[in-house]
């Protein structure tokens, strides 16, 4: 039988499963969907379509209309919003779902995390005249606009369309460096103290993990939610 599978994607891990399948299984119909957050996409395997779909009605609607049958939700670890509306579409389409959910990183030897539940929590556990990398998407990083007494190293895939709300901050544009020594080579350009991050898992971001671990830097760790 051929079928029809939409892809929620947005994860290199969500690009590499459309190619499988598409190498694997050539009859069928690989969709996948992205939120449109990131200006230039890398390109993906198959079909894609861009933006919400306005709630898990709206998805479960767009489910019934394209004939899907398979939602495989491959979103980042911390896309919870998404992943619940995929869950409650996929019971109302009556269409089965798969998760694809990247593992946590787990703490190595050597590694000096502090681990807390929120981004609040992070940013209420950093010390005083630090200098932190804040490893985290343009829409996580309001809630340290209150550490005036912080300096705050900000990387970013995108610039940011509007000055940061951030006191005391220096810009890095661009991807997570592939390497430790990449990595590490920023820290001590920056002067860096500490690391704030999510535990996204995954090896696309776990260069910095391993260059803080070779420095001897703390690293204030979001964990995940249930959700
Ligand atoms: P989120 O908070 O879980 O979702 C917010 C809304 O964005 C959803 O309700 C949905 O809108 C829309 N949306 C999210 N993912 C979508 C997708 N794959 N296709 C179509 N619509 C989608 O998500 P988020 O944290 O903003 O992340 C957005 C996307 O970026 C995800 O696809 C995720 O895989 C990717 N990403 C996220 C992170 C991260 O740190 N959160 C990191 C790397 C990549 P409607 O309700 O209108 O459908």
Redo the contacts with the bound molecule.
């Keep these: 039988m051929t079928e029809t599978i939409l892809i929620?994607?947005?994860?290199k891990e969500?690009a590499a499963l459309a190619a499988d399948l598409i190498r694997d299984h050539p009859d069928w119909r690989v969709v996948?969907?992205?939120?449109?957050?990131?200006r230039e996409p890398k390109p993906v395997a198959g079909e894609v379509?861009?933006?919400?779909?306005?709630?898990?009605e709206?998805?479960a609607d767009y489910m019934r209309a394209q004939h899907v049958t398979r939602l495989i939700d491959?979103?980042?670890?911390?896309?919870?919003?998404?992943?619940?509306?995929a869950k409650r579409a996929a019971q109302q389409a009556g269409v089965r779902l798969e998760t694809r959910m990247r593992p946590p990183w787990r703490r190595e030897p050597g590694d000096k995390w502090i681990e807390v539940a929120s981004l609040e929590e992070a940013r209420d556990a950093i010390p005083a005249g630090s200098r932190v990398l804040l490893a985290?998407?343009r829409?996580?990083i309001a809630p340290f606009a209150d550490r005036p007494d912080v300096h705050f190293v900000v990387r970013m895939v995108d610039p940011p369309e509007t000055p940061l709300a951030l006191p005391d901050h220096d810009l890095v544009i661009g991807l997570p460096g592939a390497v430790a020594k990449e990595e590490a080579a920023l820290l001590i350009k920056h002067r860096v103290t500490h690391i704030v991050c999510?535990n996204?898992g995954g090896s696309g971001a776990y260069a910095k993990i391993e260059a803080a671990r070779a420095l001897g830097l703390p690293v204030i760790m979001v964990n995940r939610q249930e959700t």
């Design positions: 929620l994607g947005g994860t969500a996948t969907s992205l939120a449109g957050r990131t379509r861009i933006g919400g779909f306005g709630g898990a709206g998805l491959a979103t980042h670890p911390f896309a919870t919003t998404i992943s619940q509306n985290l998407g829409q996580h999510r996204s």
